[in-house]
């Protein structure tokens, strides 16, 4: 009856030596998959924000009509 106790400890040892691996396997797989939602989100805000800046240039002739270069003018100290 000992022998046959020990037996059954054993394997539930096993099994949850195995399941604590599986979880950390689990847990590192779940941090990589973020991490890599991350960068392709943060890639993608960074491609959205590039388009508006490339489509606010298209649509001035020339940098001297941009409102921060009028508001940049405004402020200089008249000589």
């Known amino acids: 009856m000992i022998s046959g106790r020990s037996s059954a400890i054993r394997e539930t040892e096993e099994a949850r030596a195995l399941l604590e691996n599986q979880l950390g396997s689990l847990y590192w797989w779940v941090f990589n998959a973020c991490k890599m939602k991350g960068f392709i989100r ?38």
């Open 42 to 79: 943060a890639k993608a805000l960074y491609e959205a924000a590039e388009r508006r800046l490339n489509a606010g240039d298209a649509h001035s002739d020339s940098p001297e009509q941009s409102p921060a270069v009028r508001r940049k003018a405004r402020n200089l100290p008249k000589k």
